[in-house]
């Protein structure tokens, strides 16, 4: 091992290309797929950045997800804000305590449902494109598009007035933004909770037909658990989608025969949504996780109480696993990836997102099939400040 694969790095977060990961994480997906990592707090972890450690970690149940564990590597202020522990809020929870409330909301996320929605999903963007047309070019893709899709399906899905988008969303911007202060986030988090535990008591007194008030009825969650699930997934629900959407209509506006086959051949539909979140990868911070006690991973000593970053961003860009891992192929073959996680913390609602993803890609570009950019490609604002990657504004032409 050489001195430079022994030596801590710390977190990049400079891309030198705005849909490639920093060079020096893929570098090292090939080169030291872990290694030493300072965090900003000082505390002496490790950086996985190779497909196979990283699928070994999140399916290890001797690392840790609890916040209170974890070390933040990009500032101690980031770190801060995720170390309280909310009920009901079970992506920063272990099992068996994760698994209670896992397993109360599997059966709401089913293939079957979620491909029982997609007509429901095609109306809903037919509607979108609709008022794009009526408006007329230009317009900004993350406003009258990628956003109202995810927003108006979660929202229906869970029974949240779609009236209060503005609070919602300006609430789930700030909890993901890297820079909010802890109380700009503190009170984020506690306005969106507040509203949502007002919603689930107004459901307990008057069931509808939503997710919230079928999961009232087993009677296993009181307002705070259900309103902190709600919370989870209301931000996660309508961001990460709408990012998805935007960000992959940029990648192949950028791309134009790759535009071309999604919009001109109806069986490369799938593997387009799979070979976006791959080539793309909008969660570009972590997970991070904490050695519970010590465990040898690649050759290396985890021990207990260090923190192991694993980026998802270079772990999808490992030439081990993806044959020209830096080349966007819409007909690629899925061949499986980390962008929904792995293990018992596997995105919980990754087939809703595929089904609107699915229907959102390829109703645009027919729809539009001369969309363009309405601005220069490299004047298109990206969300580097976020812990969810994506584009703030993508004005378009057509």
């Given at each position: 091992m050489t001195e430079a694969a022994s030596s801590p790095v710390t977190f990049p977060t400079?891309?030198?290309?705005?849909?490639?990961?920093?060079?020096?994480?893929?570098?090292?997906?090939?080169?030291?797929?872990?290694?030493?990592?300072?965090?900003?707090?000082?505390?002496?972890?490790w950086l996985v950045t190779g497909f196979a450690l990283a699928r070994a970690v999140l399916a290890d149940l001797r690392f840790s997800n609890l916040p209170d564990l974890v070390?933040?590597?990009?500032?101690?202020?980031?770190?801060?804000?995720?170390?309280?522990?909310?009920?009901?809020?079970?992506?920063?929870?272990d099992p068996p305590e994760h698994t209670r409330y896992r397993r109360l909301l599997t059966g709401q996320f089913t293939v079957r449902r979620?491909?029982?929605?997609?007509?429901?999903?095609?109306?809903?963007?037919?509607?979108?494109?609709?008022?794009?047309?009526?408006?007329?070019?230009?317009?900004?893709?993350?406003?009258?598009?990628?956003?109202?899709?995810?927003?108006?399906?979660?929202?229906?899905?869970?029974?949240?007035?779609?009236?209060?988008?503005?609070?919602f969303q300006r609430d789930s911007r700030t909890l993901l933004r890297l820079d909010s202060t802890v109380e700009e986030a503190e009170a984020a988090i506690n306005d969106l909770t507040d509203y949502l535990r007002d919603l689930v008591r107004h459901k307990r007194a008057r069931p509808a037909d939503d997710l919230i008030s079928g999961m009232l009825e087993g009677g296993e969650l009181n307002d705070e658990e259900m309103a902190g699930i709600s919370v989870l997934l209301l931000v996660a629900?309508?961001?990460t989608t709408a990012n998805m959407i935007a960000l992959g209509t940029f990648a192949l506006l950028s791309n134009?025969?790759?535009?071309?086959?999604?919009?001109?051949?109806?069986?490369?539909?799938?593997?387009?949504?799979?070979?976006?979140?791959?080539?793309?990868?909008?969660?570009?911070?972590?997970?991070?996780?904490?050695?519970?006690?010590?465990?040898?991973?690649g050759g290396r000593l985890i021990k207990a109480g260090q923190s192991v970053t694993i980026s998802l961003s270079a772990a999808n860009r490992d030439g081990e696993r993806f044959e020209d891992p830096g080349t966007l192929d819409v007909a690629r073959p899925p061949s499986g990836h980390l962008s929904f996680g792995h293990g018992v913390h596997q995105?919980?609602?990754?087939?809703?997102?595929?089904?609107?993803?699915?229907?959102a890609y390829p109703a645009l570009l027919r729809r539009f099939p001369n969309l363009s950019l309405a601005i220069p490609p490299e004047e298109v604002p990206m969300r580097t400040n976020m812990a969810i990657y994506g584009v703030d504004r993508l004005p378009v032409t057509w």
């Open positions: 400079v891309r030198e290309n705005r849909f490639d990961p920093p060079a020096v994480l893929v570098r090292s997906a090939q080169e030291n797929p872990i290694r030493p990592m300072t965090y900003a707090d000082g505390h002496e972890g070390h933040s590597p990009i500032s101690p202020q980031f770190g801060e804000r995720r170390r309280k522990r909310r009920p009901g809020f079970f992506l920063g929870m979620m491909k029982r929605l997609e007509p429901w999903i095609e109306t809903i963007t037919a509607e979108r494109l609709d008022a794009m047309e009526l408006e007329g070019p230009p317009t900004d893709l993350v406003r009258s598009f990628a956003l109202p899709i995810p927003s108006l399906v979660i929202c229906e899905l869970l029974g949240v007035p779609y009236s209060d988008r503005d609070r629900g309508h961001e134009p025969s790759q535009l071309a086959a999604v919009r001109d051949d109806p069986s490369v539909t799938d593997s387009t949504v799979e070979e976006l979140l791959r080539y793309l990868t909008i969660v570009h911070l972590g997970p991070i996780r904490c050695a519970l006690e010590d465990v040898e991973l995105c919980l609602g990754q087939q809703l997102a595929r089904t609107e993803m699915s229907v």
